[in-house]
């Protein structure tokens, strides 16, 4: 059951979040040992983040799948992310080859008359899901929108800014880099915010079926 998935994938990633969150503390790392787990521990936390949203929507799209949804049947936009993932042509369309344009149009034609689709499971997070990537993902399959501010004076736009200006700073090996305690604790309370609203979007919107067809 899908609620049962993400839930029991949710828990395994709190869990493995509360591991890094306690490790420099059972071990009693020096300073030096310490400040550098604080700054790998960062990539390892946003990592956790991008792994759920993608293994969260692919499980929705493999339940959605089991409907055996139709192009009639189906909400626009859901149908138009597939589209795009199906037929790269709409995104880059041939130019100059009219064998490739004959495919093209003979495969969306044929699209077309099997009716019956199944979503493509690919979900592009462009390898940086800050809050505007995060928000076109809920529009494409049909799903609410999550507020910026939850309560007074916590944005969870800037918080996930500042953990990919952190993630990225240390990818791209910036020396400069200083992560404390603080930071850890800020991107773990933030992760686990918003996974459970993730979660809570998805299976409000598959309640709800958002992602059929209004006519």
Known sequence: MLEQE?????????????????????????????????????????????????????????????????????????????????????????????????????????????????ISTIVNTESNVGFKVLKNLLEKFNLDPIPDYLEPRYSLSQELEKLLKIRNAVAHGQDSVVVNREDLEGSIELVNKLMDLVFEKIIDGFKKKSYLLIP
């Open 6 to 118: 993400i839930r029991s994938d949710i828990d395994e990633r709190q869990k493995l979040m509360l591991q890094i969150k306690t490790l420099y503390l059972r071990y009693r790392l020096n300073e030096k040992d310490e400040k550098m787990f604080l700054i790998y521990s960062i990539p390892a936390v946003y990592a956790i983040w991008e792994g759920f949203i993608q293994n969260t929507f692919k499980a929705y799209i493999q339940e959605l799948n089991k409907l055996e949804l139709t192009v009639d049947t189906i909400c626009k936009p859901i149908l138009i992310h597939h589209l795009e993932s199906k037929f790269p042509q709409f995104r880059e369309y041939p130019k100059h080859a009219n064998s490739r344009k004959v495919s093209f149009f003979n495969n969306l034609n044929q699209f077309y008359i099997e009716k019956t689709i199944d």
